[in-house]
T-cell receptor, first 112, second 115 residues
């Protein structure tokens, strides 16, 4: 079983719609959680950290469910520019240099 | 602000050859990382470094060697390239002293093809 699992998609989303997807992690000792975004043939970039209480950044909302060991990402009012692969990332530590474990990514395609 | 750069961006080599991928960051970040990204596996950590002269193995270190004589550079060497090392290689860095200390910043990647 992979440490971090994601539905690879693609999620085909009409422009302006809402899309949500989850990722599950197997290490109950995980302390830090993130969503990274990766555009085609580009490097991953941090989208947002995920906190226990849930957090929002503009049209993006992330939630953490420690009991069920999953995190979620919701995108509201989808834009064409939101088309990308979203990587779920977890770490057992809360510190710089922590070894991140990446999920395989969920591909999102926003269409006009 | 150059950030983090990788060279070469594309490389074709043959089985058995030694290849070195370069990574350079201008932020003086303490931590540096090498990942490989393959279809079906996502990003996997090869080696990482907490500071100059301090390196440690990640998930998939076999066949790779790293060094870090200077804080800003973290080269990755494939001692004898194999076809299974065909991949996209990303270097990343993070800094224990920055406010966003958990963030890893990635370079643009090196696409390596081993024939």
């Amino acid at each position: 079983r992979k440490e971090v699992e994601q539905d690879p998609g693609p999620f085909n989303v009409p422009e302006g719609a809402t899309v949500a997807f989850n990722c599950t992690y197997s290490n109950s000792a995980s302390q830090s959680f993130f969503w990274y975004r990766q555009d085609c043939r580009k490097e991953p970039k941090l989208l947002m950290s995920v906190y226990s209480s849930g957090n929002e950044d503009g049209r993006f909302t992330a939630q953490l469910n420690r009991a069920s060991q999953y995190i979620s990402l919701l995108i509201r009012d989808s834009k064409l520019s939101d088309s990308a692969t979203y990587l779920c990332v977890v770490s057992p530590l809360k510190a710089a240099g922590n070894k991140l474990t990446f999920g395989g990514g969920t591909r999102v395609l926003v269409k006009p | 602000d150059a950030g983090i750069t990788q060279s070469p961006r594309y490389k074709i080599t043959e089985t058995g050859r030694q290849v070195t991928l370069m990574c350079h960051q201008t932020w003086s970040h303490s931590y540096m990382f090498w990942y490989r990204q393959d279809l079906g596996h996502g990003l996997r950590l090869i080696y990482y470094s907490a500071a100059a002269d301090i390196t440690d193995k990640g998930e998939v270190p076999d066949g790779y060697v790293v060094s870090r004589s200077k804080t800003e550079n973290f080269p990755l060497t494939l001692e004898s390239a194999t076809r299974s090392q065909t991949s996209v290689y990303f270097c990343a860095s993070s800094d224990i002293f920055s406010g966003a200390q958990e963030t890893q910043y990635f370079g643009p990647g090196t696409r390596l093809l081993v024939l």
